[in-house]
């Protein structure tokens, strides 16, 4: 069913777009003819953003950049009115916001729990509810995840607690959207070798995390991209799943 498989011309909404994974998948994407949406979190980051979007226009993409924290549902909203303005209701929406905490439950402020819960589950919740409501039918919406929800650890209570409701998020809007032909799934990587990972571990537990999977080594952003582009394609049947794709790291 070939309509399932052509790429050109869609529309894809990256949040996170335009570093580490979200950058590898815009420019996955990028090689089939599409037209992009890159969300990025901080003004700062602006040159980051521009630079990427001439890149990926020198690929033959067509690329329109969206700057927000999303930490409110209007925030999100109006990321997806400007991508319909842009280019035309969503045919992709791929969500890989995430921050990570690594701290013990009883040194764990409220103000800080208040912050990973806004950025790993709310604006989870609210990517997907926007998402449908600006997505043609044959759509896919996907969010990143983490394999921590299969884990037996302490110190990210916060971070594997607060994306521990994206499964049921993925698993309800995948039931809702049936009719849409819309499919909704989660990637739970392992750690991913990348800065957002460095900053919160040590040289000791980062052995230790690169010993948990194949190959004693960390998951690449290059790992995950693929399947990412594969649930929007090949993978347009697999609808409401989380996907563990962490060498081993954890598993159910």
Do not use: C
């Not at 303005?85 to 439950?105: H, M, Q, S, W, Y």
């Not at 709310?122 to 990517?127: D, N, S, T």
Request: hydrophobic content about 40%; proline content about 2%.
């Amino acid at each position: 069913m070939t309509k399932y498989h052509d790429l050109k011309n869609k529309v894809i909404v990256i949040a996170g777009g335009i570093k580490n994974l979200g950058a590898l998948t815009a420019k996955t994407f990028a090689l089939e003819s599409v037209n992009l949406v890159l969300h990025y979190h901080q003004a700062k980051d602006s040159d980051t953003a521009n630079k990427l979007k001439d890149e990926l226009e020198d690929q033959g993409a067509k690329v329109a950049l969206y700057q927000s924290d999303l930490s409110n549902e209007e925030e999100v909203a109006k990321l997806f009115d400007f991508a319909e303005k842009e280019f035309g209701k969503v045919d992709i929406a791929i969500n890989t916001v995430g921050k990570v905490l690594k701290k013990p439950i009883v040194e764990t402020s409220e103000a800080e729990f208040d912050a990973m819960d806004t950025i790993n589950n709310k604006v989870a919740y609210f990517f997907i509810k926007q998402a449908a409501k600006h997505m043609n039918p044959n759509g896919h919406i996907i969010t990143i995840a983490t394999s921590l929800l299969a884990a037996y650890t302490g110190f990210y209570s916060t971070y594997a607690g607060n994306k521990a409701p994206v499964e049921h998020y993925t698993r309800a809007a995948s039931k809702e959207l049936m009719k849409q032909q819309i499919s909704v799934n989660a990637i739970a990587p392992g750690p991913m070798d990348t800065s957002f990972f460095y900053g919160q571990e040590t040289k000791e537990s980062t052995a230790f995390h690169k010993s948990q999977a194949m190959g004693n080594q960390l998951t690449k952003i290059e790992d995950i991209a693929p399947i990412i582009k594969f649930l929007t394609t090949d993978g347009w049947w697999i609808n409401g799943q989380t996907i563990f794709a962490n060498g081993g790291y954890t598993t159910r």
